[in-house]
């Protein structure tokens, strides 16, 4: 069974608060270096697998602010397959 970890983004103002959250939600160690190229480290030999990452409330102007890391979580979805699902969850309220 999948570890679910969701990320609700009326929770999170920026980058670095979802960094934190990331570090919180896997128990990260200190040193965890807070940005994309570490992330992918987490991503490909850091957290156990099977894992679902799960964004919520997540306005169009967090995607655009969010778009690498989007990505990122999708290309994980891609080269890990069931192992790893990825699912983005639009706030349609902020239109």
Do not use: R
Not at 41 to 58: K, Q, R, W
Not at 59 to 72: G, H, S, V, W, Y
Request: glycine share 4%.
């Amino acid at each position: 069974m999948s570890n679910v970890v969701i990320f609700n983004f009326q929770q999170i103002s920026g980058i670095e608060d979802f960094y934190q959250q990331f570090e919180l939600q896997f128990s990260l160690p200190e040193w965890f270096g807070k940005n994309l190229d570490a992330l992918w480290d987490m991503l490909s030999a850091g957290i156990e697998f099977p894992v679902a990452i799960v964004f919520t409330h997540i306005t169009a102007e967090q995607q655009a602010e969010f778009a690498d890391l989007i990505a990122m979580m999708h290309e994980a979805h891609e080269i890990y397959g069931d192992d790893f699902t990825f699912v983005c969850e639009s706030d349609d309220t902020s239109s």
